[in-house]
């Protein structure tokens, strides 16, 4: 039984982040500033992450947590990068 609820709550959470990501996606088409568009952005992202990691445990595959990893950590540094550019106009001085 156990078994069961895991398997539906881990696709109820995928269907939720789904929705999430459709939100996210709306924000970032529609929005009416930069700032907007770079906060949609990294929503998205972190949305793609956690539907990796929620299919990496459905799945059992640890290949889907060390890819999380990396998109976690190359998100990071576009939103910083971003949002530099933002600021200064320029990323690297």
Known sequence: MSSLIF???ILAAQMMLGLAMCCATYRLLAGP???DRILGLDTLYMNALLMVLTF???VGN???FEAALIMGLLGFVATVALAKFLMRGEVIE
């Open 62 to 64: 640890t290949f889907y």
């Open 7 to 9: 398997t539906w709550s």
């Open 33 to 35: 500033r930069a700032q």
């Open 56 to 58: 990496g445990i459905r």
